[in-house]
């Protein structure tokens, strides 16, 4: 079965320090992933995703996540990051394939606090 | 274009009630699916509609229903409402449509949400 494990509950950074959240996978075949943020009483917004190719992704607001095979590691990654970016992040997987489903796998979460 | 909207965006529900939850998508958009969000479970899958059709299910009782009209909206239903039902329920559409032109069918666009309390 497909699943995801954000291992930190919370992540505190101070703003302008690069900020790194974690994600690790486990799927059968190759992964579809995904990053979405969500702000208080907000929906989800995607920030990226990896389908194939590059292993660095680049995404919306500066954030770009690096795909590992070999560590099954999908982080995403901010060089410097704003007081904005304090928000709920979730790193996804989609079960299925294409046509067969748009059926998402969340990780828990990961609470991220930029301090100025 | 405008985004994925959903009505209400709170409800109050006693145990024991049903309730219906709606879901407009993005224009264009043809397919639909609902998520329960709790801070307990974390955001589960409930399912997902294409054409009208429900295409896949997430492992949820069958209190949980849809269904999806020919315009794409959406509603979902939970019958005899549990106190742990209470939860917000977020809507998502994508376009599976291959003339769209530039249209990715792996993003989904989510909704604000519904923000259900049952007492």
């Known amino acids: 079965a497909q699943s995801v494990a954000q291992p930190e509950d919370q992540v505190n950074v101070a703003e302008g320090n690069p900020l790194t959240v974690k994600c690790t996978y486990s799927?059968?075949?190759?992964?579809?992933l995904f990053w979405y943020v969500q702000y208080p009483n907000r929906g989800l917004q995607f920030l990226l995703k990896?389908?194939?190719?590059?292993?660095l992704v680049k995404g919306s607001y500066g954030f770009e996540a690096e795909f590992n095979k070999s560590q099954t590691s999908f982080h995403l990654k901010k060089p410097s990051a704003l007081v904005s970016d304090s928000a709920l992040y979730f790193c996804?997987?989609?079960?299925?394939?294409?046509?067969?489903?748009?059926?998402?796998?969340f990780g828990q979460g990961t609470e991220l606090s930029v301090k100025p | 274009k405008a985004g994925v909207t959903q009505t209400p965006r709170y409800l109050i529900k006693t145990r024991g009630q049903q309730v219906t939850l709606s879901c407009s998508p993005i224009?264009?958009?043809?397919?639909v699916s609902w998520y329960q969000q709790t801070p307990g479970q974390g955001l589960q899958f409930l399912f997902e509609?294409?054409?009208?059709?429900?295409?896949n299910k997430g492992n949820f009782p069958g209190r949980f229903s849809g269904r999806q009209f020919s315009n794409s909206r959406s509603e979902m239903n939970v019958s005899t409402l549990e106190l742990g039902d209470s939860a917000l329920y977020l809507c998502?559409?994508?376009?599976?449509?291959?003339?769209?032109?530039?249209?990715?069918?792996?993003?989904?666009?989510f909704g604000p949400g519904t923000r259900l309390t049952v007492t």
């Open positions: 224009s264009g958009h043809r397919s």
């Open positions: 996804a997987v989609r079960d299925g394939i294409y046509n067969q489903g748009g059926k998402l796998i």
């Open positions: 990896y389908i194939t190719g590059d292993n």
């Open positions: 509609y294409f054409s009208e059709t429900q295409r």
């Open positions: 799927v059968s075949g190759n992964p579809y």
């Open positions: 998502a559409s994508r376009d599976l449509t291959p003339t769209s032109g530039g249209a990715d069918p792996y993003e989904q666009y």
